[in-house]
T-cell receptor, first 115, second 112 residues
Framework: AQKVTQAQTEISVVEKEDVTLDCVYE???????LFWYKQPPSGELVFLIRRNSFDEQNEISGRYSWNFQKSTSSFNFTITASQVVDSAVYFC????????????FGKGTRLSVIA | NAGVTQTPKFQVLKTGQSMTLQCAQD?????MSWYRQDPGMGLRLIHY???????DQGEVPNGYNVSRSTTEDFPLRLLSAAPSQTSVYFC???????????FGDGTRLSIL
């Protein structure tokens, strides 16, 4: 069975601080995909990134970066120089490639960036 | 380009009533799913479908039915609404289950 754990329920930072959101996953599959989604206060769910299990390269997109480590089953998300617009709930998700395996979400981390 | 369309956006029901939440996508996606979002619980999968005519249960299927007669539509039926089904419901679609999901805007459902 697949499982995603986001241990941080809520995080509050002051604007311009860096912040890392943790994601730990469990799966027996060797091929799987990891995702991050953002849910701003307006409520929609926005896709941020998809990473497959064979690609452990870190990814950077502007102020966002992701650190994937298979050795610790983690896929952490860092926001550099946080801004108020980053305030949202962030979800990590896992999809194993064993056929017809649905996407499993973590419970989310609520990030509040204070001006 | 509509993407994933959910209707209605808001609904209030009385306990015991039935209703159908509609979900339609125009991207020819094979994979569709329904989630419910409750405070502190994240997104929990109710039912999903990997193609027309194929559906399967997710983590919390009790009290809900689905069908997938076409690629485009994936309605979610509440057979006899209960207060525990008060939630925000999201429909999502993707090319395959390991591809990024496209989400609808959600349906906020209250059961009195």
């Amino acid at each position: 069975a697949q499982k995603v754990t986001q241990a941080q329920t809520e995080i509050s930072v002051v604007e311009k601080e860096d912040v890392t959101l943790d994601c730990v996953y469990e799966t027996r599959d060797t091929t799987y995909y990891l995702f991050w989604y953002k849910q701003p206060p307006s409520g929609e769910l926005v896709f941020l990134i998809r990473r497959n299990s064979f690609d452990e390269q870190n990814e950077i997109s502007g102020r966002y970066s992701w650190n994937f480590q298979k050795s610790t089953s983690s896929f952490n998300f860092t926001i550099t120089a946080s801004q108020v617009v980053d305030s949202a709930v962030y979800f990590c998700a896992l999809s194993a490639y064993s056929g017809n395996t649905p996407l499993v979400f973590g419970k989310g981390t609520r990030l509040s960036v204070i001006a | 380009n509509a993407g994933v369309t959910q209707t209605p956006k808001f609904q209030v029901l009385k306990t015991g009533q039935s209703m159908t939440l509609q979900c339609a996508q125009d991207m020819n996606h094979e994979y569709m799913s329904w989630y419910r979002q409750d405070p502190g619980m994240g997104l929990r999968l109710i039912h999903y479908s990997v193609g027309a005519g194929i559906t399967d249960q997710g983590e919390v299927p009790n009290g809900y039915n689905v069908s997938r007669s076409t690629t485009e539509d994936f309605p979610l039926r509440l057979l006899s609404a209960a207060p525990s089904q008060t939630s925000v419901y999201f429909c999502a679609s993707s090319l395959q289950e390991d591809q990024p999901q496209h989400f609808g805007d959600g349906t906020r459902l209250s059961i009195l």
